[in-house]
């Protein structure tokens, strides 16, 4: 069965429709910009010019990666929203879009770990990721429960 929803819940998703699409957008600018913010963020975190030239590559590889990962856990997002917009929000589906985004700010903050053995200022955006991984991965569970529960809940009527 189907609910409708009232208006001020629309307005919300429309809104988190929104801010959905500008973060994915804001991500491909991202990517196609690692080299000017690689530049930037090495010209404001050293002096030592051999360092400048040798971080250059490890800080775009690490940006491509937490772009990828970033953009992939913004479409599972975008899929969650689409789908909590046609009221399916318990169905495994959504679960899986769970998943991937908590696998993703996992990936994300390994990736910030490993760089964090070259710059320790990358640990707390580690932790940061690994947090939000946990927090989605609670999310996950407690939605795949609620799935069990509605076609349980669905086989009994």
């Known amino acids: ?3 409708k929803l009232n208006w001020s ?11 959905t699409y500008c973060l994915i957008v804001i991500l491909v600018v991202a990517f196609v910009c690692i080299p000017f913010i690689s530049r930037w963020y090495i010209s404001i ?6 360092i400048r030239t040798d971080a250059f590559i490890p800080v775009c590889v690490m940006l491509v990666i937490c772009d990828i990962f970033g953009l992939t856990a913004a479409n599972s997002l975008r899929k969650l929203i689409a789908n909590i917009g046609k009221s399916e929000v318990f169905i495994p589906e959504n679960s899986q ?13 390994a990736t910030f770990t490993v760089f964090g053995l070259w710059r320790i ?8 990721a690994f947090f939000m ?6 999310l996950k569970n407690v ?7 509605k076609n349980e809940n669905d086989l009994t009527v």
Request: with cysteine; aromatic share 14%.
């Open 1 to 3: 069965m189907r609910e």
């Open 9 to 19: 819940q629309m307005r919300s998703l429309k809104l988190s429709k929104l801010l």
């Open 45 to 50: 975190s050293n002096t030592d010019s051999v």
């Open 97 to 109: 879009c769970l998943r991937i985004i908590s696998w993703c700010c996992i990936f994300v903050g």
């Open 121 to 128: 200022s990358f640990f707390l955006g580690a932790f940061f």
């Open 133 to 138: 991984g946990l927090i989605m991965r609670v």
């Open 143 to 149: 939605f795949e429960k609620a799935v069990f529960i």
